[in-house]
């Protein structure tokens, strides 16, 4: 009944009647949709008491934590005299420019962040902090990384450190979406830091044995990083990255494997070099033989289960390869300051 008063009333034939009307709905516009929400809107402002742990996921503090030790460990193996105030300076710089480094990788590759189930929970992803506040706080924390290192330390280490920003927040992160030479490109970053430390304790100088340790940390990237890059390899083909575990799988793992045999020749150069004793070698083949063998699993199976098993060997693998190579290097050096003693009564 309500429909046909409603079509009396405007003088509109039965046959002409709104489908809405015939069906007895309301005829009342729809309401106003919400306007699309900018990308990098905050909606609630993230807590004072909150701040540190989002600066801290910002700079991938466990990441960063890593980072340091690998140059702590370049500083004790290099050769002379330990200064705790240079030691110190010097973690605090490379703690700065790693943060710099990952802090600006986020700022770059937020957007992509947001569709990987690993990355969304990043503080720009999640929409912590704002764009503008992230590239401000890793532009700070790269000049006073890089000028503690030049004005507390020396030149090389400060050079050292803010070609590595560069390296990881330019080259690495642009080259992931472009080509599969970003791994190698990231296994140069993480050769930088024990070079770091060996600058900071021999004044400047890089001999063969700070070369032949950044070549030991290089080569670990690969057998480290293609395991857990073949694990995620879903989520970074949905976030568009060029990575070669998406790519080319079967040389994702036999480039794992390469350089998991490389680590033998490189660790039998230390004690050649004069760094270690001729122990280190048994020591240090041993721990590799592991990595090894759980690379050549995940070559003849590239499999996610023998990709977490390389990935987690590789955890344990460098820690205790750079006890080790601590280790050895004391014995070696107290062995030779004995030999000295004797030799001068």
């Avoid at 979406?177 to 304790?201: C, E, F, K």
């Avoid at 987690?312 to 820690?319: A, C, E, G, R």
Wanted: a positive charge.
């Amino acid at each position: 009944m309500l429909g046909v008063l409603a079509i009396r009333r405007i003088g509109r034939p039965a046959g002409l009647m709104p489908l809405a009307l015939r069906r007895g709905l309301s005829t009342e516009p729809p309401p106003p949709q919400p306007k699309h929400v900018q990308p990098w809107k905050i909606h609630e402002l993230t807590p004072a008491g909150r701040l540190p742990r989002v600066y801290g996921d910002l700079a991938k503090d466990k990441l960063t934590a890593f980072v340091v030790l690998t140059a702590m460990a370049g500083y004790a193996v290099a050769p002379g005299a330990a200064h705790v105030g240079t030691l110190l300076w010097t973690s605090c710089g490379t703690a700065l420019c790693a943060a710099s480094a990952n802090a600006l990788n986020q700022w770059i590759e937020a957007p992509y962040d947001a569709q990987m189930r690993r990355t969304r929970n990043r503080p720009l992803a999640r929409h912590a902090l704002s764009p503008v506040h992230a590239l401000a706080a890793g532009c700070a924390a790269g000049t006073l990384g890089v000028g503690s290192l030049l004005v507390c330390v020396n030149p090389v280490a400060a050079a050292l450190g803010a070609a590595n920003i560069a390296l990881y927040a330019g080259a690495y992160t642009r080259l992931k979406r472009l080509h599969i030479a970003n791994t190698w490109v990231g296994a140069l970053v993480g050769a930088v830091p024990p070079l770091i430390g060996w600058a900071a304790a021999t004044g400047g100088h890089l001999d063969a044995g700070a070369w032949a340790l950044a070549g030991m940390l290089f080569a670990w990237q690969f057998p480290h990083f293609n395991s857990l890059a073949h694990t995620l390899r879903a989520d970074y083909s949905k976030a568009g990255y060029r990575m070669m575990s998406v790519t080319h799988p079967r040389l994702n793992a036999r480039v794992a494997l390469r350089y998991a045999l490389l680590m033998f020749p490189l660790c039998a150069a230390l004690p050649w070099l004069g760094i270690t004793d001729a122990w280190f070698l048994a020591d240090s083949s041993a721990v590799n033989a592991y990595m090894a063998y759980c690379a050549y699993a995940f070559w003849r199976r590239p499999e996610t289960r023998h990709s977490r098993r390389l990935f987690f060997s590789s955890i344990v693998h460098l820690p205790v390869l750079l006890m080790l190579l601590m280790g050895h290097k004391y014995w070696h050096e107290r062995s030779a300051s004995r030999a000295a003693v004797t030799a001068g009564v």
